[in-house]
């Protein structure tokens, strides 16, 4: 126990020398505060004393179940009365009678016997009703509220006996008794108890017992914070023994709530706002929620864990309550331990445990107090996470980054699969004109008539297209039942160049017995369409003798057929171009 020894010790004289004490749990009142001022309310009773318990918030539903919570006072009975002494050694007193005459009280005293002067009147201050004040579950003096601003004169005359488990105590009295290795305040007070037990048997019974026990659950939360110790379960294991009411307590604090109570909550954590750059998270309690939930800030106690349950990413958890119009009070939880609540809630003045704290700021509305805090928080984590708040980017700016790059990937592999398709396209088609198209021949400009007959053209590999529109009757092959066996070919010679190719087909077109027409004016030139890729050209038919001509016979090659041509490279694509005019058929002879 990290508390001084001799502090308990002079706690325990001290009590033990006084007979009227004034018992003020710390506000807002809690678990924790109630159970260990009524706990020691009932162990002075039981050793003679005369205590007092004064507290300035009002009992909070959750903990109006527990005993003796009706000789709490809201206020100091007698605290304030202003006494007027007289001597009576020279004078009996018969009658004591008062007048008020526009704003002047006359008291008038009758003797007896003898006279009363003004040298024996004398005036003091009630403060002398009590000989020592107790302090509960109080890390600040302020944390009295009102009763120690309307009583500051009273807090400085008489002392102060300060007993705390807060690690962030300001150690305000005269003797301060704070254990922070305690996990409750109820259960720092275990060894006051037992050490002010003189008379042999056991002081606490099932009440008593079942107070101090509401303290060690409430500030642990049921045994679930990380300030849960072993001597805590080895108390409260004591407390069961004794009696304490272990199930009421967690049906009354946890499981029971009044629906303006569950409104409350609501109308809050429907308000949280989450900060995920600097984990944190907080909402707000207004006047105007307490009106429309019918409700009062004591009922809140709690939702601040729901703020913590809500957002486990969060690290500082805050929520600020709105008490009057220039009042607001704030509470801290914070999630992790190198995360310091009560270091930031000494910010604005306040204190308690470094997971739990709390603080007021006076002044100030609620809107601006809200303002103020979480300014202060974000710098608060700001400095402890070494952000940088001019270069962080907003949540909302690394979404919609997010989305741009997204976008860019589905271009690029769009544009992939459009660029992947087109080249396949075209290397198909590339393949399909090496193969089969015509190869594309300069324009021949047109030759005057000549009677004469048009030889048989010599085969070749592959027949280019004449451009002209020549007026030659066309030449129809005979009917052939079955094709032909496919002649091996021989090896061709070098094929000619398309400069020797048109000046044979000149040459040939000027032996042509039938007048040629000149041609049109020439469109640009357009593939024909094609019979399906072949692998080797078939042999060429022995075309019909000419009307003028007497039969030829049939054609032989005068040189073995060439091989294929290698596929030329694939023609750019033309226009269209427009069909020739049809020609009269050919008679056959």
């Not at 006051?192 to 500030?219: H, Q, V």
Request: aromatic share 4%; glycine share 4%.
């Amino acid at each position: 126990m990290a508390v001084d020894p001799n502090a308990l010790q002079q706690v325990i004289d001290k009590l033990k020398s006084s007979q009227r004490i004034l018992i003020t749990p710390s506000s807002p009142a809690d678990g924790d505060s109630i159970g260990g001022a009524l706990s020691l309310y009932l162990i002075l009773r039981k050793l003679g004393k005369e205590p007092t318990v004064v507290m300035s918030d009002d009992i909070p539903e959750c903990f109006a179940f527990l005993p003796r919570t009706d000789e709490i006072h809201q206020e100091l009975e007698g605290i304030r009365d202003f006494v007027i002494t007289l001597d009576c050694k020279d004078a009996e007193v018969d009658t004591i009678k008062y007048q008020v005459e526009e704003g002047i009280v006359n008291i008038i005293v009758t003797p007896k016997t003898g006279r009363f002067r003004k040298e024996v009147v004398g005036f003091k201050d009630g403060v002398e009703k009590y000989d020592v004040i107790v302090t509960i579950d109080a890390g600040d003096i302020h944390q009295m509220r009102e009763l120690y601003d309307e009583n500051k004169e009273m807090f400085e005359q008489l002392p102060v006996i300060n007993i705390d488990h807060h690690a962030s105590n300001s150690h305000f009295g005269n003797i301060n008794y704070v254990d922070i290795e305690s996990s409750s305040t109820t259960q720092a007070m275990m060894p006051i108890i037992d050490a002010l037990n003189d008379t042999g048997t056991e002081m606490i019974d099932k009440d008593i017992a079942t107070l101090l026990l509401t303290g060690l659950i409430t500030d642990t939360g049921s045994f679930q914070h990380s300030n849960t110790t072993p001597e805590a379960f080895e108390v409260a294991s004591r407390l069961l023994d004794l009696g304490a009411e272990q199930q009421q307590i967690i049906k009354k604090v946890y499981k029971t709530k009044s629906l303006s109570t569950l409104k409350l909550w609501g109308k809050v954590l429907s308000k949280i706002q989450y900060d995920e750059e600097h984990r944190l998270v907080w909402s707000v309690i207004t006047t105007e929620d307490l009106l429309e939930t019918n409700s009062t800030t004591e009922e809140s106690n709690g939702i601040i864990d729901e703020l913590m349950t809500n957002a486990p990413g969060a690290e500082l958890v805050l929520l600020l309550k709105q008490k009057t119009d220039d009042l607001v009070s704030g509470s801290v939880r914070t999630n992790v331990d190198n995360v310091d609540g009560s270091a930031f809630a000494a910010i604005f003045g306040g204190g308690g445990h470094v997971r739990a704290a709390g603080f007021r700021i006076r002044g100030k509305g609620i809107e601006e107090a809200e303002s103020e805090v979480i300014a202060a928080a974000k710098k608060f984590q700001a400095e402890r996470l070494a952000l940088d708040p001019g270069a962080a980017p907003k949540m909302e700016e690394v979404v919609k980054e997010a989305e741009q790059v997204e976008i860019q990937k589905e271009t690029v592999k769009s544009e992939e699969v459009v660029d992947k398709l087109t080249r396949n396209f075209f290397e198909k088609e590339g393949e399909q004109v090496a193969v089969n198209e015509p190869v594309p021949v300069p324009v021949i400009a047109p030759v005057a008539p000549t009677p004469t007959t048009m030889p048989p053209i010599p085969p070749t590999p592959v027949t280019p297209p004449i451009t002209p529109t020549i007026s030659v009757p066309p030449v129809v092959p005979p009917t052939i039942p079955t094709p032909p066996p496919v002649v091996p070919q021989a090896p061709m010679p070098p094929e000619k160049t398309v400069e020797e190719k048109a000046k044979e087909v000149a040459e040939m077109v000027s032996q042509t017995p039938a007048p040629i027409v000149p041609p049109a004016p020439m469109a640009p030139i357009t593939p024909t369409p094609v019979p399906p890729p072949m692998p080797t050209p078939p042999p060429v038919v022995p075309l019909a003798p000419m009307p003028s001509a007497p039969p030829a016979p049939p054609i032989t090659p005068s040189a073995p057929p060439a091989p294929p041509a290698p596929p030329m490279p694939p023609a750019p694509p033309t226009p269209p171009m427009p069909p020739a005019p049809p020609t009269p058929p050919m008679p056959t002879v």
